[in-house]
């Protein structure tokens, strides 16, 4: 059975396993993307025989998705723009001495949302990707606006400075040329702006150089020490959560499986999500809440086997790295798509067991280490504070080789240090950089495809019953961040709250 082909053949399982630890700590360093070191290994693996070419970077692949999270939690670093939700509750963990705790946690809770990913791949490839399929531009872009108004769920203060936030970080996204149009957007006639800045440069900046310099005013301060007892979540925590997780995977695969869309925006919904529906959480969401790391963790994992959905089905990438994937396949002589499913099922049922192994290795090592890791909070300010700012110059010149990626990030995080000081979230700014393109690009093509009739562009809204549900969703939610959805609950439960 080709299912089992990897697990019957040790050189294959050896790559996986291989990639998955690589994929790990690539994951974990700010900058190096998964989707550069799956890229990169194209030119390494073009005269290899296609199974050791592909279970390498599935183990990278699924590694790095889940590496994101340690230094999240541990400096408040996002390794991977799908671990930015990871960080708002991980990294109040690690500052109260239990990152041991929330690195188990997000283990276990990572493959556990990798096999329902997995699963829904093999059982209900084609209808996931015929639903995906049924997405036009407007309902892309109708999705956006949904993320963009998760501000309110990353901003545990104001509304309005989440918001403000949001939009600032729409018109960073939108700095450079335009790409249909190819003029010039925020650039002020300076050339350094037209190729638009690096959303990791930004990301770095605002998580990581801010944090350095928001340590400086406490660099004589004792290091918190870390409890590492039961590193491995109990089955009674593992019960508890169970539900939630469900729900955020569900999630996770639903939007992996929308082309262009991946884990980033996958973890952002569930955070949000898990913001809604728990009741009583053992304390608020952003201070430490273990509800924080399962919905996001679970949610962005899960998106590795939708993002696959599109591309086994339709020949259509979910993410950046499935459509990397996508051409080494094409190196390879192989042609997804359709026909691939019927022509050579064998690929198929290859890739889904190496999606199992490199789960497992996954679980394997993310359950290793977890002490020495650790050890990072433990060190001396005077060396912890240099040591982010190395790994943020690092990572942010690792992206395109450019230096002036470095300056973009150190003058954000300069900026993000007085946006904290000033109770401003950082991360809807993050979020609205990553949405911007998204939100942009669909709106273009569907004003376009409408003959820029905005009549029958809301017609069509309202006449498509997936669009009908977005908009209702839209609406919905942004009536529930506002005083009057609190005002209006209690007048329906009888409490006295003032608009």
């Avoid at 960080?87 to 690690?94: E, I, K, N, R």
């Avoid at 729900?247 to 884990?263: E, N």
């Avoid at 086997?305 to 996508?326: K, S």
Wanted: neutral net charge.
């Amino acid at each position: 059975m080709d299912f089992l082909t990897v697990l019957t053949h040790p050189q294959l399982l050896m790559l996986v396993g291989l990639g998955t630890f690589a994929g790990i700590y690539v994951g974990a360093i700010p900058g190096l993307s998964v989707t550069m070191a799956v890229s990169i290994l194209i030119s390494f693996t073009f005269s290899w025989d296609v199974y050791p070419a592909i279970s390498l970077m599935i183990g990278i692949y699924m590694g790095g998705v889940y590496g994101g999270s340690r230094t999240a939690i541990l400096l408040n670093i996002p390794g991977a723009p799908s671990a930015i939700a990871t960080a708002l509750d991980g990294y109040p963990m690690a500052k109260r001495g239990e990152a041991g705790t929330a690195i188990g946690v997000t283990t276990v809770m990572s493959f556990f949302g990798g096999f329902i990913g997995i699963a829904v791949l093999a059982l209900a490839a084609p209808l996931v990707s015929d639903f995906a399929l049924r997405f036009q531009s407007r309902d892309y872009m109708l999705l956006a606006v949904l993320g963009i108004l998760l501000v309110g769920s990353l901003s545990t203060g104001s509304l309005v400075k989440g918001i403000f936030a949001g939009a600032l970080g729409i018109a960073i996204g939108a700095v450079g040329r335009d790409p249909l149009t190819f003029t010039e957007r925020f650039t002020f006639d300076f050339q350094l702006m037209e190729g638009g800045i690096s959303f990791i440069a930004v990301m770095i900046g605002m998580f990581g150089v801010s944090e350095a310099l928001t340590q400086l005013q406490h660099v004589n301060k004792d290091a918190v020490r870390q409890k590492i007892g039961r590193i491995v979540p109990s089955f009674a925590t593992v019960r508890k959560y169970l539900p939630l997780s469900l729900q955020t995977s569900s999630i996770g695969v639903i939007i992996g499986a929308l082309p262009g869309t991946g884990g980033d925006i996958a973890a952002l919904m569930a955070y949000d999500h898990a913001k809604r529906v728990t009741k009583n959480p053992d304390c608020p969401f952003g201070t430490g809440a273990m509800e924080g790391l399962v919905a996001p963790e679970t949610a962005n994992n899960a998106a590795v086997g939708g993002a696959f959905i599109p591309m086994m089905t339709l020949g259509i990438p979910g993410d950046a790295v499935t459509a990397i994937m996508i051409g080494a396949l094409f190196i390879h002589g192989l042609n997804p798509g359709p026909m691939l499913m019927i022509d050579q099922p064998d690929i198929f049922w290859f890739i889904v067991g190496a999606l199992v192994a490199a789960n497992c290795f996954m679980l394997l090592f993310g359950l290793t280490g977890i002490k020495l890791f650790t050890k990072i909070v433990e060190m001396p300010r005077s060396v912890l504070i240099p040591l982010i700012l190395l790994l943020s110059i690092v990572g942010a010149y690792a992206v395109n080789n450019s230096i002036s990626d470095v300056y973009w990030m150190l003058g954000f995080g300069v900026f993000g240090y007085f946006m904290r000081h000033y109770g401003y979230p950082l991360g809807p700014v993050i979020l609205g950089v990553i949405l911007s393109r998204l939100l942009d690009d669909n709106w273009r093509r569907a004003i376009i495809s409408e003959r820029e009739d905005l009549g029958r562009f809301f017609e069509g809204i309202v006449t498509s019953p997936l669009s009908l549900v977005l908009l209702i969703s839209v609406i919905l939610i942004f009536v529930s961040q506002t005083p009057i959805w609190r005002w209006a609950k209690a007048r329906v439960f009888g409490k006295k709250e003032k608009l």
